[in-house]
């Protein structure tokens, strides 16, 4: 008798391993980044020799590898400085989830020592306990701050880690800041900006031809052999190389034509499917995009995929329910109230309606026909229960 589980293994015939297209996966290699690697840790090396290393600045469009060069240098920095005993160390801290200097100050004082959770002390507890703890220990601490553009009073970070290695007399702190936003830089105080920016690293966009040789490298570790044409590939390249050269795009584009070939029982990923996945991907990085958004940008589009939902609204010229915005308005007024939030005055609401329409996810139009002169009416330009359903997880 055959064995009962004979092809039964059919639906996984395209994945052999789907996280390895994650953006959370560490990839063994980074080509194209050869440059970057080696700059970043020459300058970072006089660490080693107990000298402080310049503070360093990197920037670069998103998915141009500044977080996996960062991480991979890090990470054989503190491999290194472990094998010959050096009271060395590495930390990465990103500064979308630690957004103030104080929750930066506090993370980097838990990564020193996981035993020490300072939250909730005052920061100059745990300034002092930081300064404490690398002068007793002698340590000389490279610190990045990865996305420090979303990090609150920046400045005042910068300038009390520098003032630190006057502070003493054994021990270093160095920084490393790190931003996708190229005009970043031009936004910080003179000072803040030649504290940070001694030294700086320009990372730019991938070309096609160099996300078609990674996006083949990481298949052969996604997919089951066979399962992915060449012609996907380099379409799903061609695509990300116009999306500003980004390979967190060109990844994600895979990772999504490879769903689709699945749902659709294809044997293997074929252009057709890159096609395809573009549009799931566009929705991916809007839903990405609204769950970084400020809490009251969230319950105002909470409230319209809710009206959405329900067909609220005026009945419009065609007869079809028109949401107005003095109609969003009231109804985001209750939601506010329902999540504990002081609703802000009409003049934000219309601030954070125009706000959001440049984001792409919503038009506001003048109504027109049947409306009084100036009334707007707003659409939402992304499926309404799955919007609820991220901002419901995410408030
Ligand atoms: N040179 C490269 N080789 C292989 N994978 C890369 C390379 N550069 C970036 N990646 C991958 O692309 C994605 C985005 O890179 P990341 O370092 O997060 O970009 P950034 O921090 O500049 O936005 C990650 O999944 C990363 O592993
Ligand atoms: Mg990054």
Redesign the pocket.
């Known amino acids: 008798m055959a064995n009962v589980f004979e092809g039964m293994e059919e639906g996984f015939r395209i994945f052999k391993n789907r996280d390895a297209l994650s ?1 959370h ?3 063994s ?5 050869e440059r970057e690697i080696s700059l970043l840790s020459r300058k970072i090396a006089p660490v080693l020799s107990g000298r402080k290393p310049e503070n360093i600045f990197i920037y ?10 960062t991480k991979k240098v890090l990470s054989d920095l503190n491999e290194y400085a472990r094998k010959k005993g050096l009271p060395v160390m590495g930390l990465y801290v990103n500064g979308r989830l630690h957004d103030s200097e104080y929750k930066v100050l506090v993370k980097v004082v838990k990564l020193i020592d996981p035993n020490m959770d300072m939250m909730g002390y005052s920061i100059s507890a745990v300034n002092d306990k930081l300064l404490e703890t690398v002068e007793g220990k002698e340590l000389r601490l490279v610190v990045a701050v ?1 996305e420090i553009d979303t990090v609150k009073r920046v400045s005042d970070l910068v300038y009390r880690l520098n003032r630190s290695n006057d502070e003493i007399s054994r021990g270093s702190i160095s920084l490393i800041g ?1 931003s ?1 936003d190229p005009t970043f830089k031009d936004k910080l105080d003179a000072r803040t900006r030649s504290t940070l920016c001694e030294v700086e690293l320009v ?1 730019p966009p ?1 070309d096609a031809e160099q996300l078609r040789v ?1 996006l083949t ?2 298949a052969k570790e996604a997919f089951v052999e066979g399962a992915v044409t060449e012609d996907a590939i380099a379409l799903a390249a061609a695509y990300a190389a116009k999306h500003s050269g980004d ?2 795009y060109a ?1 994600l584009l895979l990772l999504r034509a490879g769903d689709i070939a699945e749902e659709e029982g294809a044997e293997r990923v074929e252009r057709i499917h890159v096609e395809k996945a573009r549009k799931r991907v566009e929705e991916d990085i809007v839903y990405d995009m609204v769950s970084t958004l400020p809490e009251q940008h969230r319950v105002l589009l909470l409230a319209l995929a809710n009206m959405v939902l329900k067909k609220s609204g005026i009945s419009g010229f065609s007869g079809e329910p028109v949401i107005t915005s003095g109609l969003l308005y009231s109804v985001y007024r209750k939601t506010a109230e329902e999540y504990g939030l002081s609703p802000v005055s009409d003049r934000w609401f219309r601030e954070y309606l125009n706000e959001l329409q440049t984001y792409g996810i919503i038009s506001v139009k003048v109504a027109g026909k049947g409306f009084r002169g100036n009334t707007r009416i707003v659409e939402l330009n992304v499926d309404p229960s799955k919007l609820r359903s991220v901002i419901e997880k995410s408030l």
């Open positions: 953006p996966y560490i990839p290699e980074l080509p194209f980044r670069g469009k998103t998915g141009t590898g500044k977080t996996a060069v990865d790190i996708n990372f991938y990674i490298q990481r390979a967190r990844l």
